[in-house]
C-alpha cells in the first residue's frame, strides 16, 4: 500500500527544474553557437583564464571534434573549433 | 425378406435422423440469427453512447484551447527567472545574455534606420525558440515566457520607437 502511494505520490508531484552538470553546459553553449557535437555531454574538459579575466574552455564533444570556448571578461561567449 | 427389413428400417432410421438433424440446424439457425441481430442493435446502440460521450468530452477541452493564457509577467520577473532557473547552466545563460544583447543592438539600428521590423520579427522568434527549447527542464518557465512573447516583443519594438 506504501509502494503505491508513494509511487502515485511521484507521478503526481510536479516537475522541477534539474541542475545541469559542466559537461552539458558546455555542450550545449556548443550547440548554441551552432557547431555539431553529436551529444548533449562533452568529455576532456580543459579551464584556464589570462590576466585580462578571459575564460578559456577546452573541450571534446562525443563526435570527435574539439572545441574552445572563450568566455571573455565582459561575459561574451564564443567558440571556435580546434581539430 | 428379414434382411430386407432391416435394411428398410436403417434407412428410415437414417433419413429420420437426417430430416431430425436438419430441423436441430434449421432450429439452430432460427436461433442463432435472432442474437446476432440484438448484438448488431447493441453495438449501434453502444457506438452512438461512445459518440456522444466524446462529444461531450471534447467540448470543454476546446474551450480551454481556445481561452489564452494571460501572461502576467512583466520582462524582468522573466529575466530574473532566467537567471535563478536550474534548467540552463552558466555558459549557456551568458551564451543567450549575448545573443540578447546582440539582438538589442539589432532593434537599436532598427529605430536609427527605420528597417523593416519583418527581419528582426523573425530574429526575435529564432531567439525565443532558442531559449524555449533550452528551458525543456522547466516548462513553468517556458509557458510563461510563450505566453509574454507578444507583450516582449511590443516592449521592445513599439514602446520606444
Redesign the interface.
Known sequence: MRVVFVIMAMLFLP?Q??????A???A??IM??GHPCGGSVVSQIQESSDAAGNRI?RATCPNGHRYQ?D?SSE???SVRRLN | MILAGMLLSFSALTLGCVKKSEVLVSDKQVVEQKPVEVKEVKKVEIVEKQQSVTVMKMAPDSKQKVAPKPSGLGLEQLVERLKKTEAIGFLTKLAIRSDVLDFKKAVESYRKRGENTETLRSRFDGLVLKILALLEHDPDLSKDIHFARESIWKSLVEVKS
Open positions: 516537475v527544474a534539474q541542475a545541469v552538470t559542466q552539458e553546459d558546455i550545449t553553449t548554441l553557437r574552455i570556448v568566455v561575459g561574451r561567449v
